[in-house]
Nanobody, 118 residues
Framework: QVQLVESGGGLVQAGGSLRLSCAAS????????MGWYRQAPGKQRELVAT???????NYADSAKGRFTISRDNAKNTVYLQMNSLKPEDTAVYYC????????????WGQGTQVTVSS
């Protein structure tokens, strides 16, 4: 009932920037935590960053200092500003969210490709 749609991925040279967006729609009352994860070929999906409804953030070591997660609660949208991109950032980036309910599952988007060339 909740759909997450990512956008903003693309091809960028090392050192460049991209801003990813993920908009949630559907049967939403209130979104709790939103986040970004990524999965490179042959690797497991890993955390990039999360943000609570109140704005508390958590970053993977690889992202901290370069990436910034933010959200617009009114729009049910989470963003990931990625600066100083490196080739190792190349992956499919997925957004994730759960609702403000003790029984809420985690919803996933379809992903958006980010490719960083060297």
């Amino acid at each position: 009932q909740v759909q997450l749609v990512e956008s903003g991925g693309g091809l960028v040279q090392a050192g460049g920037s991209l801003r990813l967006s993920c908009a949630a729609s559907g049967s939403i009352v209130s979104i709790n935590t939103m986040g970004w994860y990524r999965q490179a070929p042959g690797k497991q999906r890993e955390l990039v960053a999360t943000i609570s409804r109140g704005g508390s953030t958590n970053y993977a070591d690889s992202a901290k200092g370069r990436f910034t997660i933010s959200r617009d609660n009114a729009k049910n949208t989470v963003y990931l500003q990625m600066n100083s991109l490196k080739p190792e950032d190349t992956a499919v980036y997925y957004c994730n969210a759960n609702l403000s309910s003790r029984w809420s599952p985690w919803f996933w988007g379809q992903g958006t490709q980010v490719t960083v060339s060297s």
